[in-house]
């Protein structure tokens, strides 16, 4: 089954600094990749999505993600971060393990970003 | 407008008790999700339900047990069996198991007293 690894649980930023969030998924290149976002005390929102073919993703709020077969990666990027950023990250991936799994999703463990004024 | 709605927001619990997280969604999507999120840990998916009175266990399904009589709500129990149910709960629907794309509820913090 695929998994995706966020590397660094926690990244701090300033205000107007570049962004990066790393992903890296596990094996096979998968249909599609997700950026979610999460604020204190709520649900989770879509930020953006990859589907197959594509390489540069743009999303919601001026993120955008790039993927990179050769890295196995799908890093969250946006060049300058505001205050209203700060929240948690979520990488996902369809768990693949095909039947009753098919369209189940693995997350992965998160990052908080902090972002300094 | 359409969405998924999670209640209580808030919720406490006795130890020895079960009690039951509602989720309901009027997106008309054929499948639902519940995930339990603990700090560090990511999402952790507890059971799932791709239609209507048939759904799946999930990584950490012992001690919670849900329904899916109707469409739109897909209830989860944490019983008594649960030995650490304190945690952030999330309900997520999808459209169908072709598209992946979830729409996550707002959550529940559930809390053992």
């Known amino acids: 089954a695929q998994s995706v690894t966020q590397l660094g649980s926690h990244v701090s930023v300033s205000e107007g600094a570049l962004v990066l969030l790393r992903c890296n998924y596990s094996?096979?290149?998968?249909?599609?990749l997700f950026w979610y976002v999460q604020y204190p005390n709520q649900g989770l929102q879509l930020l953006l999505k990859?589907?197959?073919?594509?390489?540069l993703v743009k999303g919601i709020n001026g993120f955008e993600a790039e993927f990179k077969k050769s890295e196995t990666s799908f890093h969250l990027t946006k060049p300058s971060a505001h205050m209203s950023d700060a929240a948690e990250y979520f990488c996902?991936?369809?768990?693949?393990?095909?039947?009753?799994?098919?369209?189940?999703?693995?997350f992965g463990q998160g990052t908080i970003l902090t972002v300094h004024p | 407008d359409g969405g998924i709605t999670q209640s209580p927001k808030y919720l406490f619990r006795k130890e020895g008790q079960n009690v039951t997280l509602s989720c309901e969604q009027n997106?008309?999507?054929?499948?639902m999700y519940w995930y339990r999120q603990d700090p560090g840990q990511g999402l952790r998916l507890i059971y799932y339900?791709?239609?209507?009175?048939?759904?799946q266990k999930g990584d950490i399904a012992e001690g919670y047990s849900v329904s899916r009589e109707k469409k739109e709500s897909f209830p989860l129990t944490v019983t008594s069996a649960q030995k650490n149910p304190t945690a952030f709960y999330l309900c997520a629907s999808q459209l169908d198991t072709s598209n992946y794309g979830y729409t996550f509820g707002s959550g529940t913090r559930l809390t053992v007293v």
């Open positions: 094996s096979s290149v998968p249909p599609y």
């Open positions: 990859y589907t197959t073919g594509a390489t």
């Open positions: 339900s791709q239609i209507v009175n048939d759904f």
């Open positions: 997106l008309n999507h054929d499948a």
């Open positions: 996902a991936v369809p768990s693949n393990a095909g039947g009753t799994s098919y369209g189940k999703l693995t």
